[in-house]
């Protein structure tokens, strides 16, 4: 049976070798119980699609992590209907874990659970913002014009668009609980998280360290103490809620800060530690990758993410697209033309850091 993609998505590429899986499945992580007026119901708990390749080359699994509104279809096929970088990892030799964190996709939200919807639901005019930004413009890798009633790739992206827990620190207890537990089941290894998903790797890195081997978080929410307006501030820095520092901080108001100029045109100055300045010592011993795009709206602070993280004391790496020569991505490179190219620069990062990777287990 062929299957055809939907009208106006990109005809299928050429044939490519089979890709053979030897183990594939899913389970839900963070299970619990909570009394309702109605009963006893599931505590919000996070899906958890794996695949693991026949030709399996690498020793450590890639956990892929959506971000706000989203959910794990974001990585399993491209908003056009090519692959996407689930395939594209699988195919490398990657066994991968694709994520609904709670209240999203698989992961159902319920207000008795989770507390009411907060909020208007998702609209095309603030995705087409975020997303589509250059659309139709010669150099954009949007798969689509942008336009409301003119775009299928946009009406993909929608139609995957769901509710985000009210605050950011509800949606960060939730990752970092369930997060825990699927590491606690899987073991070590690489989280490749994005956007409002970002707070997953700092907060799984320090309820489990010793289990997070690599971060590649793909233009995570900041800048640092950065507020969204309706979600909350991220008053410890990077994130919402508690993270561990030493000295150790009881209190966010501990933490001093100062403005660092940005230095370049179009960017925005960002805040990093006050002297003397505090370790994330749960975000240490492994290497991390912020990764930003030319296009995106996140462009202009994500330098203030790896900043903060390089101060107190990660192996953190700023990643530009542009100096690896991938341009015209927006804030959903996974999703966009050349998400192939994308990929292989990630995995290429990947496998450049691997000796540190295998000398910093090995300490362990």
């Not at 913002?129 to 798969?143: I, K, V």
Request: aromatic share 8%; net charge negative.
């Amino acid at each position: 049976m062929t299957i055809s993609p939907p009208p106006g998505t990109a005809e299928p590429a050429p044939a490519a070798p089979p890709l053979t899986i030897s183990e594939q499945g899913a389970f839900w992580v963070g299970v619990g119980r909570r009394p309702t007026e109605a009963g006893t119901a599931a505590e919000a708990a996070m899906y958890v699609q794996y695949q693991i390749p026949a030709d399996l080359r690498h020793p450590l699994p890639v956990v892929m992590v959506h971000g706000g509104g989203g959910q794990g279809t974001d990585y399993l096929s491209t908003p056009d209907g090519r692959p996407g970088w689930a395939t594209r990892f699988l195919r490398a030799g990657y066994a991968v874990y694709v994520v609904d964190r709670p209240g999203h996709g698989r992961s159902p939200y319920h207000p008795a659970v989770l507390g009411p919807l907060d909020g208007p639901a998702p609209t095309y005019e603030f995705i087409g913002r975020l997303f589509c930004h250059g659309a139709g413009r010669p150099g954009s890798q949007w798969p689509g014009s942008g336009e409301i009633g003119g775009d299928p790739a946009l009406d993909q992206l929608m139609a995957g668009q769901g509710p985000a827990l009210p605050t950011f620190a509800e949606n960060e207890e939730q990752m970092r609980r369930c997060g825990a537990e699927l590491l606690d089941r899987i073991g070590p290894a690489v989280l490749l998280t994005h956007s409002m998903g970002g707070p997953f790797g700092w907060l799984v890195a320090d309820a489990r360290p010793g289990l997070v081997e690599a971060i590649i978080a793909v233009e995570p929410v900041g800048p640092p103490f950065g507020e969204l307006p309706g979600f909350g501030r991220l008053d410890w820095g990077l994130t919402a809620t508690p993270i561990t520092y030493e000295p150790p901080v009881r209190d966010p108001h501990e933490l001093r800060t100062r403005v660092r100029a940005a230095g370049a045109d179009g960017l925005l100055d960002c805040r990093v530690q006050d002297e003397p300045v505090r370790s994330l010592p749960t975000l240490t011993g492994f290497p991390i990758a912020v990764v930003v795009a030319d296009t995106s709206p996140f462009a202009a602070f994500e330098h203030g993410v790896a900043d903060y993280l390089a101060q107190a004391g990660a192996d953190a790496e700023l990643l530009r697209l542009p100096a690896m020569g991938i341009t015209g991505n927006g804030h959903l490179p996974m999703g966009e033309k050349n998400s192939d190219q994308v990929a292989e620069a990630l995995m290429a990062w990947l496998e450049t850091r691997r000796a540190a990777m295998e000398e910093n287990a090995a300490r362990r």
